[in-house]
Protein backbone atom coordinates (compact mmCIF):
# COMPACT_ATOMS: atom_id res chain seq x y z
CA UNK A 1 0.00 0.00 0.00
CA UNK A 2 1.57 3.21 -1.10
CA UNK A 3 1.98 6.72 0.80
CA UNK A 4 -1.50 8.67 0.53
CA UNK A 5 0.08 12.51 -0.36
CA UNK A 6 -2.13 15.51 0.01
CA UNK A 7 -1.30 17.55 -2.91
CA UNK A 8 -2.19 20.60 -0.77
CA UNK A 9 -0.41 19.91 1.71
CA UNK A 10 3.05 19.28 -0.12
CA UNK A 11 2.65 22.81 -1.51
CA UNK A 12 0.72 24.68 1.73
CA UNK A 13 4.12 23.47 3.47
CA UNK A 14 6.53 25.13 1.39
CA UNK A 15 8.42 27.56 0.50
CA UNK A 16 8.10 30.61 -2.05
CA UNK A 17 11.07 29.35 -4.62
CA UNK A 18 11.66 30.23 -8.12
CA UNK A 19 9.12 28.15 -9.92
CA UNK A 20 6.26 29.74 -8.21
CA UNK A 21 7.77 32.92 -8.55
CA UNK A 22 7.87 32.10 -12.23
CA UNK A 23 3.56 31.12 -12.06
CA UNK A 24 3.16 34.47 -9.81
CA UNK A 25 5.09 36.24 -12.61
CA UNK A 26 3.20 35.01 -15.52
CA UNK A 27 -0.25 35.77 -13.54
CA UNK A 28 0.91 38.95 -12.34
CA UNK A 29 1.00 40.02 -16.48
CA UNK A 30 -2.48 38.57 -16.86
CA UNK A 31 -3.89 41.03 -14.45
CA UNK A 32 -1.96 43.95 -15.19
CA UNK A 33 -4.75 44.07 -18.17
CA UNK A 34 -7.19 43.63 -15.83
CA UNK A 35 -6.24 47.06 -14.49
CA UNK A 36 -5.25 48.69 -17.66
CA UNK A 37 -8.69 47.91 -18.88
CA UNK A 38 -10.04 49.53 -16.00
CA UNK A 39 -8.16 52.56 -16.25
CA UNK A 40 -8.04 52.98 -19.95
CA UNK A 41 -11.89 53.47 -20.10
CA UNK A 42 -11.73 55.86 -16.99
CA UNK A 43 -8.97 58.11 -18.38
CA UNK A 44 -10.77 58.14 -21.82
CA UNK A 45 -14.19 58.44 -20.87
CA UNK A 46 -14.51 62.74 -20.84
CA UNK A 47 -12.16 62.48 -24.49
CA UNK A 48 -14.49 59.79 -25.50
CA UNK A 49 -17.18 62.03 -24.45
CA UNK A 50 -16.31 64.97 -26.62
CA UNK A 51 -15.14 63.07 -29.39
CA UNK A 52 -18.50 60.77 -30.13
CA UNK A 53 -21.19 63.24 -28.52
CA UNK A 54 -22.46 60.43 -26.23
CA UNK A 55 -24.07 61.57 -22.80
CA UNK A 56 -22.73 60.91 -19.43
CA UNK A 57 -25.87 58.82 -18.64
CA UNK A 58 -25.44 56.43 -21.47
CA UNK A 59 -21.63 56.28 -20.92
CA UNK A 60 -22.86 55.15 -17.63
CA UNK A 61 -24.80 52.28 -18.81
CA UNK A 62 -22.15 51.20 -21.59
CA UNK A 63 -20.18 50.65 -18.43
CA UNK A 64 -22.29 48.47 -16.84
CA UNK A 65 -22.53 46.68 -20.02
CA UNK A 66 -18.86 45.70 -19.61
CA UNK A 67 -19.23 44.95 -15.76
CA UNK A 68 -22.90 42.51 -17.29
CA UNK A 69 -19.98 40.84 -19.88
CA UNK A 70 -17.73 40.50 -16.63
CA UNK A 71 -20.47 38.97 -14.24
CA UNK A 72 -21.50 36.27 -17.34
CA UNK A 73 -17.99 36.04 -17.80
CA UNK A 74 -17.31 35.32 -13.96
CA UNK A 75 -19.73 32.47 -13.68
CA UNK A 76 -18.70 30.83 -16.92
CA UNK A 77 -14.58 30.97 -16.67
CA UNK A 78 -14.78 29.93 -12.50
CA UNK A 79 -17.00 27.10 -13.19
CA UNK A 80 -14.90 26.24 -16.39
CA UNK A 81 -11.65 26.33 -14.50
CA UNK A 82 -13.16 24.11 -12.64
CA UNK A 83 -13.86 21.32 -15.14
CA UNK A 84 -11.15 21.63 -18.14
CA UNK A 85 -8.42 23.34 -16.14
CA UNK A 86 -6.97 27.02 -15.44
CA UNK A 87 -4.34 27.16 -18.19
CA UNK A 88 -7.47 26.44 -21.27
CA UNK A 89 -9.65 28.38 -19.20
CA UNK A 90 -7.14 31.46 -19.34
CA UNK A 91 -6.04 31.46 -22.79
CA UNK A 92 -9.46 31.41 -23.67
CA UNK A 93 -10.43 34.38 -22.04
CA UNK A 94 -7.23 36.05 -23.20
CA UNK A 95 -8.19 35.68 -27.04
CA UNK A 96 -11.91 37.03 -26.05
CA UNK A 97 -10.45 39.82 -24.10
CA UNK A 98 -7.86 41.33 -26.37
CA UNK A 99 -10.11 40.91 -29.90
CA UNK A 100 -13.17 42.85 -28.55
CA UNK A 101 -11.57 45.17 -26.23
CA UNK A 102 -9.37 45.73 -29.20
CA UNK A 103 -12.60 46.52 -31.28
CA UNK A 104 -13.47 49.25 -29.02
CA UNK A 105 -10.90 51.36 -30.36
CA UNK A 106 -12.70 51.45 -34.05
CA UNK A 107 -16.28 51.96 -32.43
CA UNK A 108 -18.14 55.22 -32.76
CA UNK A 109 -21.85 54.76 -32.15
CA UNK A 110 -23.22 53.77 -28.78
CA UNK A 111 -24.62 50.36 -30.12
CA UNK A 112 -20.92 49.37 -31.11
CA UNK A 113 -19.23 50.31 -27.93
CA UNK A 114 -22.17 48.38 -25.53
CA UNK A 115 -21.24 45.18 -27.77
CA UNK A 116 -17.68 46.01 -27.93
CA UNK A 117 -17.23 46.36 -23.95
CA UNK A 118 -19.89 43.73 -22.79
CA UNK A 119 -18.01 40.75 -24.66
CA UNK A 120 -14.48 41.99 -23.44
CA UNK A 121 -15.78 42.27 -20.40
CA UNK A 122 -16.98 38.49 -20.77
CA UNK A 123 -13.12 37.97 -21.60
CA UNK A 124 -11.59 39.89 -18.99
CA UNK A 125 -13.66 38.06 -16.38
CA UNK A 126 -11.13 35.05 -17.07
CA UNK A 127 -8.29 36.67 -15.71
CA UNK A 128 -8.12 37.92 -12.23
CA UNK A 129 -10.38 35.17 -10.89
CA UNK A 130 -8.50 32.01 -12.93
CA UNK A 131 -5.17 33.97 -11.92
CA UNK A 132 -5.93 34.31 -8.05
CA UNK A 133 -7.21 30.52 -7.88
CA UNK A 134 -3.97 29.69 -9.22
CA UNK A 135 -1.71 31.73 -6.85
CA UNK A 136 -4.13 30.44 -3.71
CA UNK A 137 -3.12 26.50 -5.00
CA UNK A 138 0.85 27.47 -6.21
CA UNK A 139 1.70 29.60 -2.79
CA UNK A 140 3.33 28.70 0.27
CA UNK A 141 -0.05 29.15 3.25
CA UNK A 142 1.77 30.91 5.45
CA UNK A 143 2.46 33.11 2.45
CA UNK A 144 -0.83 33.23 0.57
CA UNK A 145 -3.04 36.13 1.87
CA UNK A 146 0.13 38.44 1.09
CA UNK A 147 1.10 36.73 -2.29
CA UNK A 148 -2.45 36.63 -2.97
CA UNK A 149 -2.91 40.82 -1.54
CA UNK A 150 -0.09 42.06 -3.76
CA UNK A 151 -1.07 40.35 -6.98
CA UNK A 152 -4.56 41.64 -6.71
CA UNK A 153 -3.20 44.77 -6.24
CA UNK A 154 -1.50 44.69 -9.73
CA UNK A 155 -5.05 45.34 -11.11
CA UNK A 156 -4.47 48.91 -9.68
CA UNK A 157 -0.35 48.73 -11.80
CA UNK A 158 -2.42 48.29 -14.69
CA UNK A 159 -4.69 51.08 -13.70
CA UNK A 160 -1.70 53.49 -12.95
CA UNK A 161 0.24 52.38 -16.34
CA UNK A 162 -3.18 53.26 -18.39
CA UNK A 163 -3.52 56.88 -16.67
CA UNK A 164 -0.02 57.34 -17.30
CA UNK A 165 -0.54 56.34 -21.08
CA UNK A 166 -3.81 58.31 -21.03
CA UNK A 167 -2.03 61.63 -20.24
CA UNK A 168 0.57 61.47 -22.73
CA UNK A 169 -1.10 59.54 -25.72
CA UNK A 170 -4.81 61.73 -24.86
CA UNK A 171 -3.70 65.30 -26.45
CA UNK A 172 -1.60 64.17 -29.50
CA UNK A 173 -3.45 61.39 -30.56
CA UNK A 174 -6.55 60.81 -29.04
CA UNK A 175 -8.41 57.95 -26.94
CA UNK A 176 -8.49 55.34 -29.95
CA UNK A 177 -5.20 54.20 -29.94
CA UNK A 178 -5.22 53.27 -26.43
CA UNK A 179 -7.68 50.28 -27.34
CA UNK A 180 -5.35 48.44 -29.62
CA UNK A 181 -2.72 48.17 -26.91
CA UNK A 182 -5.15 45.51 -25.95
CA UNK A 183 -3.76 43.26 -28.48
CA UNK A 184 -0.95 42.34 -26.99
CA UNK A 185 -2.13 39.88 -24.44
CA UNK A 186 -2.26 37.51 -27.48
CA UNK A 187 1.82 37.12 -27.90
CA UNK A 188 0.93 35.85 -24.04
CA UNK A 189 -0.21 32.63 -25.52
CA UNK A 190 3.08 30.68 -26.10
CA UNK A 191 4.49 31.89 -22.77
CA UNK A 192 0.43 30.68 -20.83
CA UNK A 193 0.63 27.33 -23.15
CA UNK A 194 4.27 26.37 -22.64
CA UNK A 195 5.52 27.66 -19.18
CA UNK A 196 1.75 28.09 -17.05
CA UNK A 197 1.41 24.42 -15.26
CA UNK A 198 -2.28 23.80 -14.81
CA UNK A 199 -3.49 23.42 -11.44
CA UNK A 200 -2.46 20.69 -9.11
CA UNK A 201 -6.16 19.87 -8.33
CA UNK A 202 -6.62 19.44 -12.20
CA UNK A 203 -3.94 17.40 -12.58
CA UNK A 204 -5.02 14.89 -9.61
CA UNK A 205 -8.57 14.88 -11.00
CA UNK A 206 -7.68 14.17 -14.55
CA UNK A 207 -5.42 11.30 -13.20
CA UNK A 208 -2.45 12.38 -14.79
CA UNK A 209 0.09 11.44 -12.10
CA UNK A 210 3.23 12.60 -14.11
CA UNK A 211 2.27 15.98 -13.86
CA UNK A 212 1.51 15.82 -10.55
CA UNK A 213 5.14 14.58 -9.60
CA UNK A 214 6.83 16.99 -11.54
CA UNK A 215 4.81 20.63 -10.05
CA UNK A 216 5.32 19.05 -6.17
CA UNK A 217 9.16 18.21 -7.26
CA UNK A 218 9.24 22.30 -8.23
CA UNK A 219 7.10 23.42 -5.76
CA UNK A 220 9.44 21.90 -2.98
CA UNK A 221 12.56 19.97 -3.96
CA UNK A 222 12.76 18.26 -1.18
CA UNK A 223 9.60 16.06 -1.72
CA UNK A 224 10.36 12.84 -3.49
CA UNK A 225 8.02 10.72 -5.04
CA UNK A 226 7.68 7.25 -5.00
CA UNK A 227 6.24 4.89 -8.04
CA UNK A 228 3.11 3.67 -5.88
CA UNK A 229 2.29 6.94 -4.32
CA UNK A 230 -1.88 7.83 -4.12
CA UNK A 231 -2.26 11.62 -4.47
CA UNK A 232 -5.27 13.37 -3.07
CA UNK A 233 -6.35 17.12 -3.26
CA UNK A 234 -7.61 18.99 0.21
CA UNK A 235 -8.48 15.40 1.79
CA UNK A 236 -10.58 14.03 -0.84
CA UNK A 237 -10.36 10.75 -1.14
CA UNK A 238 -11.36 10.41 -4.69
CA UNK A 239 -11.10 13.68 -7.15
CA UNK A 240 -13.47 13.57 -9.35
CA UNK A 241 -14.51 16.26 -11.21
CA UNK A 242 -17.43 18.07 -10.45
CA UNK A 243 -20.47 18.41 -12.10
CA UNK A 244 -21.96 21.91 -12.47
CA UNK A 245 -24.53 21.14 -10.06
CA UNK A 246 -21.97 19.71 -7.80
CA UNK A 247 -19.73 22.61 -7.65
CA UNK A 248 -22.43 24.88 -6.75
CA UNK A 249 -23.64 22.61 -4.00
CA UNK A 250 -20.08 22.96 -2.73
CA UNK A 251 -20.01 26.44 -1.85
CA UNK A 252 -22.69 26.00 0.04
CA UNK A 253 -21.98 22.41 1.58
CA UNK A 254 -20.62 21.66 5.15
CA UNK A 255 -21.53 25.31 6.63
CA UNK A 256 -20.08 27.21 3.63
CA UNK A 257 -24.04 28.15 2.71
CA UNK A 258 -24.26 31.50 5.01
CA UNK A 259 -20.55 32.62 4.21
CA UNK A 260 -21.01 32.49 0.10
CA UNK A 261 -24.40 34.74 0.43
CA UNK A 262 -21.94 36.61 3.01
CA UNK A 263 -19.47 36.91 0.10
CA UNK A 264 -21.90 37.70 -2.57
CA UNK A 265 -23.17 40.83 -0.33
CA UNK A 266 -20.22 42.28 0.29
CA UNK A 267 -18.18 41.91 -3.00
CA UNK A 268 -21.45 43.62 -4.62
CA UNK A 269 -20.99 46.59 -2.17
CA UNK A 270 -17.34 46.36 -2.71
CA UNK A 271 -17.46 46.38 -6.38
CA UNK A 272 -19.98 49.50 -5.88
CA UNK A 273 -17.98 51.77 -4.29
CA UNK A 274 -14.19 50.82 -5.93
CA UNK A 275 -15.42 50.22 -9.61
CA UNK A 276 -17.50 53.44 -9.10
CA UNK A 277 -14.10 55.40 -7.75
CA UNK A 278 -12.14 54.11 -10.30
CA UNK A 279 -14.41 54.93 -13.54
CA UNK A 280 -15.89 58.13 -12.63
CA UNK A 281 -13.39 60.16 -10.46
CA UNK A 282 -11.38 61.73 -13.05
CA UNK A 283 -14.71 62.83 -15.16
CA UNK A 284 -16.62 64.00 -11.83
CA UNK A 285 -13.24 66.17 -11.15
CA UNK A 286 -14.07 67.43 -14.03
CA UNK A 287 -17.45 67.78 -13.48
CA UNK A 288 -16.52 69.43 -9.93
CA UNK A 289 -14.72 72.11 -11.77
CA UNK A 290 -10.73 71.29 -12.55
CA UNK A 291 -9.41 70.70 -15.93
CA UNK A 292 -8.83 67.21 -17.69
CA UNK A 293 -4.63 66.91 -16.94
CA UNK A 294 -5.36 67.75 -13.06
CA UNK A 295 -8.20 64.80 -12.96
CA UNK A 296 -6.16 62.67 -14.54
CA UNK A 297 -3.41 63.27 -12.75
CA UNK A 298 -5.98 62.82 -9.30
CA UNK A 299 -6.87 59.45 -10.98
CA UNK A 300 -3.48 58.66 -11.33
CA UNK A 301 -2.38 59.44 -7.72
CA UNK A 302 -5.49 57.43 -6.64
CA UNK A 303 -4.20 53.79 -8.45
CA UNK A 304 -0.64 55.07 -7.52
CA UNK A 305 -0.79 55.19 -3.69
CA UNK A 306 -2.79 51.70 -4.04
CA UNK A 307 0.42 49.71 -4.17
CA UNK A 308 2.08 50.45 -0.63
CA UNK A 309 -1.63 50.12 1.16
CA UNK A 310 -1.68 46.16 -0.83
CA UNK A 311 2.13 45.18 0.86
CA UNK A 312 0.74 46.51 3.89
CA UNK A 313 -2.74 45.40 4.28
CA UNK A 314 -2.01 41.71 3.02
CA UNK A 315 1.08 42.01 5.72
CA UNK A 316 -1.56 43.13 8.45
CA UNK A 317 -4.19 40.62 7.30
CA UNK A 318 -1.35 37.32 7.59
CA UNK A 319 -1.15 38.57 11.08
CA UNK A 320 -4.81 39.98 12.77
CA UNK A 321 -6.77 38.47 9.96
CA UNK A 322 -9.38 39.66 7.22
CA UNK A 323 -12.06 40.40 9.26
CA UNK A 324 -10.49 43.23 11.47
CA UNK A 325 -8.55 44.27 8.49
CA UNK A 326 -11.26 44.77 6.45
CA UNK A 327 -14.07 46.41 9.07
CA UNK A 328 -11.46 48.68 9.65
CA UNK A 329 -10.56 50.32 6.51
CA UNK A 330 -13.41 49.97 4.96
CA UNK A 331 -15.39 52.13 7.33
CA UNK A 332 -12.23 54.75 7.62
CA UNK A 333 -12.16 54.59 3.68
CA UNK A 334 -16.01 55.48 3.52
CA UNK A 335 -15.41 58.74 5.28
CA UNK A 336 -12.57 59.38 3.58
CA UNK A 337 -14.55 59.24 0.21
CA UNK A 338 -17.40 61.18 1.34
CA UNK A 339 -15.48 64.35 2.62
CA UNK A 340 -13.61 64.48 -1.64
CA UNK A 341 -16.16 66.56 -2.83
CA UNK A 342 -17.02 69.10 -0.09
CA UNK A 343 -13.18 70.09 -0.48
CA UNK A 344 -11.94 72.96 -2.34
CA UNK A 345 -7.91 73.18 -1.87
CA UNK A 346 -6.14 71.40 -4.23
CA UNK A 347 -3.83 70.08 -2.00
CA UNK A 348 -6.36 68.73 0.49
CA UNK A 349 -7.80 66.90 -2.50
CA UNK A 350 -4.57 65.84 -3.67
CA UNK A 351 -3.70 64.28 -0.07
CA UNK A 352 -7.35 62.74 0.40
CA UNK A 353 -6.69 60.84 -3.33
CA UNK A 354 -3.75 59.33 -1.70
CA UNK A 355 -5.90 57.71 1.06
CA UNK A 356 -8.78 57.01 -1.06
CA UNK A 357 -6.34 55.56 -3.67
CA UNK A 358 -5.00 53.37 -1.21
CA UNK A 359 -7.46 52.39 1.37
CA UNK A 360 -10.04 51.85 -1.70
CA UNK A 361 -8.14 49.17 -3.56
CA UNK A 362 -6.45 47.98 -0.04
CA UNK A 363 -10.53 46.56 0.99
CA UNK A 364 -10.88 45.65 -2.46
CA UNK A 365 -7.43 43.50 -2.81
CA UNK A 366 -8.43 42.17 1.15
CA UNK A 367 -11.97 41.07 0.17
CA UNK A 368 -10.86 39.47 -3.10
CA UNK A 369 -8.23 37.26 -1.19
CA UNK A 370 -10.24 36.59 1.92
CA UNK A 371 -12.78 34.90 -0.71
CA UNK A 372 -10.13 33.30 -2.28
CA UNK A 373 -8.57 31.89 0.50
CA UNK A 374 -11.85 30.50 2.10
CA UNK A 375 -12.89 28.24 -0.51
CA UNK A 376 -12.10 24.54 -0.72
CA UNK A 377 -9.31 23.64 -3.50
CA UNK A 378 -11.92 21.37 -5.32
CA UNK A 379 -14.66 24.50 -5.74
CA UNK A 380 -12.49 27.38 -5.66
CA UNK A 381 -12.86 28.26 -8.59
CA UNK A 382 -16.36 28.07 -8.72
CA UNK A 383 -16.64 30.07 -5.69
CA UNK A 384 -14.29 32.78 -6.49
CA UNK A 385 -16.15 33.13 -9.84
CA UNK A 386 -19.50 33.30 -8.50
CA UNK A 387 -18.55 35.70 -5.65
CA UNK A 388 -16.73 38.06 -8.76
CA UNK A 389 -20.15 37.63 -10.92
CA UNK A 390 -22.48 38.27 -8.51
CA UNK A 391 -20.21 41.22 -7.41
CA UNK A 392 -20.13 42.54 -11.05
CA UNK A 393 -24.15 43.55 -9.86
CA UNK A 394 -22.37 46.46 -7.48
CA UNK A 395 -19.90 47.30 -10.37
CA UNK A 396 -22.91 47.70 -13.00
CA UNK A 397 -25.06 49.42 -10.45
CA UNK A 398 -22.49 52.02 -9.36
CA UNK A 399 -20.87 53.70 -12.30
CA UNK A 400 -24.72 53.77 -13.65
CA UNK A 401 -26.08 55.44 -10.83
CA UNK A 402 -22.98 58.42 -11.43
CA UNK A 403 -23.62 59.08 -14.80
CA UNK A 404 -27.80 59.64 -14.31
CA UNK A 405 -26.83 61.78 -11.00
CA UNK A 406 -24.05 63.57 -12.96
CA UNK A 407 -26.74 63.94 -16.14
CA UNK A 408 -29.20 64.84 -13.76
CA UNK A 409 -27.37 67.82 -12.46
CA UNK A 410 -26.27 66.86 -8.48
CA UNK A 411 -23.20 68.10 -6.73
CA UNK A 412 -20.40 66.03 -6.21
CA UNK A 413 -21.03 66.49 -2.51
CA UNK A 414 -24.11 64.27 -3.09
CA UNK A 415 -22.16 61.88 -5.84
CA UNK A 416 -19.01 60.91 -3.30
CA UNK A 417 -21.25 59.93 0.08
CA UNK A 418 -23.27 58.14 -2.15
CA UNK A 419 -20.52 56.16 -3.82
CA UNK A 420 -19.07 55.87 -0.06
CA UNK A 421 -22.04 53.76 1.32
CA UNK A 422 -21.21 50.40 -0.41
CA UNK A 423 -17.49 50.75 1.80
CA UNK A 424 -19.67 51.78 5.12
CA UNK A 425 -21.69 48.33 4.63
CA UNK A 426 -18.93 46.26 3.81
CA UNK A 427 -17.15 47.28 7.33
CA UNK A 428 -20.65 46.99 8.95
CA UNK A 429 -21.31 43.02 7.41
CA UNK A 430 -17.72 41.78 7.66
CA UNK A 431 -18.62 41.62 11.35
CA UNK A 432 -20.19 37.87 10.53
CA UNK A 433 -17.25 36.79 8.87
CA UNK A 434 -15.05 34.14 11.14
CA UNK A 435 -11.03 34.22 10.11
CA UNK A 436 -10.95 30.45 10.56
CA UNK A 437 -12.18 29.82 6.71
CA UNK A 438 -8.73 31.66 5.81
CA UNK A 439 -6.93 29.17 7.05
CA UNK A 440 -7.80 26.13 6.43
CA UNK A 441 -7.75 25.75 3.15
Known sequence: MGRKVNVSEVIGKSK???????????????????????????????????????????????????????????????????????????????????????????????????????????????????????????????????????????????????????????????????????????????????????????????????KVRNVLEKADPSFTPEPDDEYVVSDVEKAEKPSVIEALKGIFANGMGKYTILFWVVFMLTMYTSFTMQTWLARLMVYGGYGLTNSLFFLLLFNLCSLPAAAIVGWIADKVGFKKTIICLAIFIAVVISVIGFVRSEIVVVILCVIAGAGTTGVYNAVYSCITLSYPAEVRGTGVGWANAIGRFGAMVGPAVAGALVTGGLPVTVIFPVTALGYLLVGILFFFYNDKLSKQN
Not at 96 to 118: D, H, M, N, Q, R
Open 16 to 210: LNGFMYGVIAIGVIMILFDGYDMGVWAGTLTSLRTDTGIEDVTLGFITSAGQFGSMLGGIFFGMLSDRIGRKTSLLLATGIYSVFTGLIGIASSPEALTVFKLVSGFGLAGFTPVVMTYLSEYTPIKSRALVTTMAISCVSVGSIISTAVCMGVLQTWGWRPLYFIAFVPIILFPLIALKMPDSPAHYVKTGKVD
